[in-house]
């Protein structure tokens, strides 16, 4: 016989209301106050749970990763939907140094195919 499983009291609801995924986030905090955000019925909207249910503790408070505003769950909706993962850090992409030997090596070749 297995024990019984007991939801934590920071456990999240779902539910579907006319094509549209309803999350209920309990608070976690003394005055217990939930709040529901409103997520679209599609992949994008489940992998926003995920990434919110691997964040969620305790402790989240509200605003924070486990525990998101409406305003933070649309912005990290739409960074997925343009295939950003909005967890990783944004990191300028290296400055493309050119030497003179190199720039005389494309001029040449550039020259050969008749482009210069």
Do not use: C, Y
């Not at 509200?62 to 993962?85: C, M, R, V, Y």
Request: charged share 25%; net charge positive.
């Amino acid at each position: 016989m297995t024990a019984p499983i007991i939801k934590p009291p920071h456990a999240i609801s779902l539910w579907v209301d006319g094509g549209v995924l309803h999350v209920e986030l309990p608070g976690t905090d003394a005055d217990k106050k939930a709040h529901v955000l409103r997520l679209p019925l599609n992949v994008f909207g489940m992998t926003h749970i995920v990434n919110l249910l691997q964040a969620r503790t305790a402790s989240s408070r509200i605003g924070e990763k486990g525990d998101p505003t409406q305003f933070q769950s649309n912005k990290a909706l739409a960074a997925l939907a343009k295939g950003f993962d909005p967890d990783k850090i944004k990191r300028p992409k290296p400055k493309v140094t050119w030497s003179a030997e190199l720039r005389a090596g494309a001029r040449e070749a550039l020259r050969k195919v008749g482009l210069s």
